[in-house]
Each structure stands twice: as structure tokens, then as C-alpha cells.
């Protein structure tokens, strides 16, 4: 198995909504990451988590709060959002933590709409 | 902080053209990453080059990496539609390597 499972594959949800973006992988891989995609852009690094420790927040507003529940898991819960937060989610995992240089696998990305 | 530039950032041609994307830095990179995004996707690996003047081939897919590691091109030969894509450069660098940042991509069109 070789794959990043991400659900929902599409969300809309209004600005007092609150909800989830979930991401699982069992390749048995060490760090996870969130990136945050507008059309037509390159991938956006939002946060890291490596060996299910935080490692990374890229100055990311408090309204994205990751989880990450164990090894194979991680999610992204969304509160009071606004309309520019409506991107491309993406999860990713690599194998190993920090710093190794490898392989990221990514998965399809949940489509967020904001309205 | 490490000035990353990809191009050209749009690119549409026909059927059976070959085409060249470029990505420069005023960094020495340890090792660069190209990654194709297809639309409702998320990017996958295409190759990892490492050593200066390092030439990959990857069916029609050219990489070359720099002698100086500061930059890196791809090349397509006969492209064609299933080559459609964001094509993105993804630079290791010291200790931010793990962060996997992106170039601003080349978004690729072929036509049949």
C-alpha cells in the first residue's frame, strides 16, 4: 500500500462551521504534512508533524488546528474560516523525519470551499 | 533567505513539440526534487538528482542538474497530452531541507 487517503474529497462549509480534513497512510511512514494549494500555485507548507510530535507550524492561523492521533493518522480541524482559506488541501507523508531529503507521498487533496 | 525561480510559469504547445523548464537559485542545493501535478491530484516524485552535472532519463523526461547545484531543467521530448501537469522544482538546502518548499511551477499544456 503506497497510498495517502484523504477525505473528504470535496468540503463547503460555511464561516461558522466547524470540521475536519482527514488524512491516513500505512506505509508505516514517520512525518506527515499539511500543504495548503491555491489554483494554479505551487503546494504551500502549513505544518509537520514527525514521529506524531508538531515540528512545524508555518505561522498558520489558529483557526487550522492539526492533530496528529497516532502514527498512521492525521487531520486538520477547521474553525470560523474565511473565504480566502477556500484551496486545495494536501497531506503528505515521508518515511523517515525532518531533514532526510526523501520521497514525499502525497495524497489527492481535499477541495475546500469557504462560502 | 534562498531566491527560488521556476520558468516559464505558463507553457502551451502542440501534440510532438519539445519543451524546457527551468529553476535557478542563488543557493547551492544539496539535492532537487521535480514533482508533475496532474489536475485533481496531488504532485508525485519524478526524480531526485543529487550530484552537480547529473543527467536523469525518465522515458522522454530529461533531468539535468547543475555542475554549480544551483540550478536544474527538465526537458520534454514529443511531448504529449498525458503530459499535461504542474510541473514543480522542490530544492534540498542545509538545515530547511525538510520543509520541501516548491518553485512557483511551470503549468504545462499540451495539445492534441
Known amino acids: 500500500d503506497t497510498e495517502v487517503t484523504q477525505t473528504p474529497k470535496h468540503l463547503v462549509m460555511g464561516m461558522t462551521n466547524k470540521k475536519s480534513l482527514k488524512c491516513e497512510q500505512h506505509?508505516?511512514?514517520?512525518?506527515m504534512y499539511w500543504y495548503k494549494q491555491k489554483a494554479k500555485k505551487p503546494p504551500e507548507l502549513m505544518f509537520v508533524?514527525?514521529?506524531?510530535?508538531?515540528?512545524i507550524n508555518e505561522s498558520v492561523p489558529s483557526r487550522f488546528s492539526p492533530e496528529c492521533p497516532n502514527s498512521s493518522l492525521l487531520n486538520l480541524h477547521l474553525h470560523a474560516l474565511q473565504p480566502e482559506d477556500s484551496a486545495l488541501y494536501l497531506c503528505a507523508s515521508s518515511l523517515l523525519g525532518p531533514g532526510g531529503g526523501e520521497k514525499l507521498f502525497f495524497g489527492s487533496g481535499t477541495q475546500l470551499s469557504v462560502l | 533567505t534562498q531566491l527560488l525561480e521556476q520558468s516559464p510559469q505558463f507553457l502551451s504547445i502542440q501534440e510532438g513539440e519539445n519543451l524546457t523548464v527551468y529553476c535557478n537559485s542563488s543557493?547551492?542545493?544539496?539535492?532537487l526534487q521535480w514533482y508533475r501535478q496532474e489536475p485533481g491530484e496531488g504532485p508525485v516524485l519524478l526524480v531526485t538528482?543529487?550530484?552537480?552535472?547529473e543527467v536523469k532519463k525518465l522515458k522522454r523526461l530529461t533531468f539535468q542538474f547543475g555542475d554549480a547545484r544551483k540550478d536544474s531543467s527538465l526537458h520534454i521530448t514529443a511531448a504529449q497530452p498525458g503530459d499535461t501537469g504542474l510541473y514543480l522544482c522542490a530544492p534540498r538546502s542545509g538545515g530547511s531541507n525538510y520543509k520541501l518548499t516548491f518553485g512557483k511551477g511551470t503549468l504545462l499544456t499540451v495539445n492534441p
Open positions: 508533524y514527525s514521529y506524531e510530535k508538531l515540528s
Open positions: 543557493s547551492v542545493f544539496s539535492s
Open positions: 506505509m508505516g511512514h514517520r512525518a
Open positions: 538528482v543529487v550530484t552537480g552535472g
